[in-house]
C-alpha cells in the first residue's frame, strides 16, 4: 500500500485538520466530535442542511458545505457510518431557528444512525426532517442496505435543497424539493480497480486486470455483473441505458447529466463517457441543459465512473443554477 499517510488511524483527523486550514473563511471543524460547519455557524432564520457519511469519498460531504448548500457535514471513519452523538451536535449547530433537513444516503449504518442522532437532537428542541437518497439504478438491494444504495445523485439533492434553504423555504418546503429531485434523479456506476482503505492496507475487493464491474457502489459493493473490459462507448451505453430506463425519460425532456469520477480516474476519461452519454440522450431526444463532470463522490483512489441523470423542471433548474460556494462547488 502506497498512500501519503502516517498512522492509518490518524487519517480522518489529520485530514480534516488540513481542510480546516485550507479553507478557513468558508469551514469550521469540530474536533470532539468531528463535524464540519460553515465558518459563521448557522445562519438565523434559515433551515439548516446537514449531511454526512463515511470518510474516502471526498469532496463528498464536507466539501459541499457553505452558501448555497449544506450548513453542516458529519464524516465518519472511512467507509464507516458517522456516530449519532457526532451527527446530533452537527444537527444542533445546523439550526437556525427553522429546523434541520438532514439528507441520508440509503446504507442501513447511515439512515440508522441518522435517525438515532435527530431523536437526540429533537430531546433538546431542534426540530428534524430527514430525506433518503437512493438513486443507485444497479441493483434492489445491496449488502449495505434495504432497497438501493444512495450513490453521487447526493450532490444534485445537497445542491437543489441547499438553494431551496438559502431562498427562505420553510422546513416542508425544503424537504418536499429535497424529495423531488431523489424521485427524479438515477445512476449508476463502473469499476475498473479496487481502492484500497488504510486502515485495512488491501485492496477492498479483487478485480483481474482484464475485467470490469458493473453496477459498483461507491464501497466497492458487488454491481450486476463481471464482465470484460470493453470501449469506453460501449461502458457508457451499459450506464446510461438502465438510468434513462429506470427514470422513464422521453423525447423533448431536459436533464441535467453528471459523469462522476470514482477517485482514480482522469478528467479527459471522464469526459470521454460524457461525450458518448449526451450523444446516446440525443439520439433518444432528450435535451442536456444542465452538466457536471469531475470528481463529486469518490471511493478513495477506485479508478471507475458513474453516471447521473437528473429530469428537470424550471424550478429545479433554476435552484441548481443559484448561486453556491463551497470548497468544491462555486459559481
Request: hydrophobic letters at 45%; a negative charge; aromatic letters at 4%.
Amino acid at each position: 500500500m502506497k498512500k501519503l499517510i502516517n498512522d492509518p488511524q490518524d487519517v480522518v483527523a489529520e485530514s480534516l485538520e488540513g481542510f480546516a486550514a485550507a479553507h478557513a473563511d468558508l469551514v469550521a471543524v469540530h474536533a470532539d466530535p468531528p463535524f464540519v460547519t460553515r465558518a459563521g455557524g448557522a445562519v438565523p432564520g434559515k433551515v439548516g442542511l446537514v449531511s454526512g457519511g463515511g470518510s474516502g469519498h471526498e469532496p463528498l460531504h464536507a466539501g459541499f458545505v457553505g452558501v448555497g448548500m449544506l450548513d453542516a457535514a458529519v464524516p465518519g471513519a472511512v467507509f464507516t457510518s458517522p456516530t449519532p452523538d457526532q451527527i446530533a451536535p452537527a444537527l444542533q449547530a445546523a439550526d437556525g431557528g427553522k429546523g434541520v433537513l438532514a439528507i441520508v444516503k440509503n446504507y442501513t449504518g447511515d439512515v440508522l444512525n441518522f435517525e438515532t442522532g435527530a431523536e437526540l437532537a429533537e430531546a433538546d428542541g431542534v426540530t428534524v426532517r430527514s430525506v433518503v437518497v437512493d438513486d443507485d439504478v444497479a441493483v434492489e438491494n445491496s449488502l449495505y442496505t434495504a432497497g438501493r444504495r444512495g450513490v453521487a445523485g447526493t450532490v444534485c439533492v445537497e445542491k437543489i435543497a441547499g438553494a431551496a434553504a438559502e431562498r427562505g423555504g420553510d422546513l416542508d418546503a425544503v424537504a418536499a424539493v429535497a424529495e423531488r429531485v431523489i424521485a427524479n434523479v438515477r445512476s449508476m456506476g463502473v469499476a475498473l480497480t479496487a481502492c484500497t482503505v488504510p486502515h485495512a492496507g488491501r485492496p477492498s475487493f479483487d478485480l483481474p486486470e482484464d475485467e470490469i464491474e458493473i453496477g459498483i457502489g461507491i464501497h466497492g459493493e458487488p454491481g450486476r455483473r463481471r464482465i470484460p473490459l470493453a470501449g469506453a462507448d460501449e461502458i457508457t451505453e451499459m450506464l446510461l441505458t438502465p438510468v434513462v430506463d429506470d427514470l422513464g425519460l422521453s423525447g423533448g425532456e431536459q436533464v441535467l447529466l453528471f459523469v462522476n469520477g470514482m477517485g482514480g480516474t482522469p478528467a479527459s476519461e471522464l469526459y470521454v463517457v460524457y461525450r458518448r452519454a449526451r450523444a446516446l440522450l440525443s439520439e433518444r431526444g432528450v435535451e442536456v441543459t444542465r452538466s457536471l463532470v469531475g470528481n463529486y463522490v469518490t471511493s478513495l483512489e477506485m479508478q471507475g465512473a458513474s453516471v447521473t441523470v437528473l429530469r428537470l423542471d424550471d424550478e429545479l433548474t433554476a435552484l441548481w443554477d443559484a448561486p453556491v460556494h463551497t470548497t468544491a462547488l462555486r459559481w
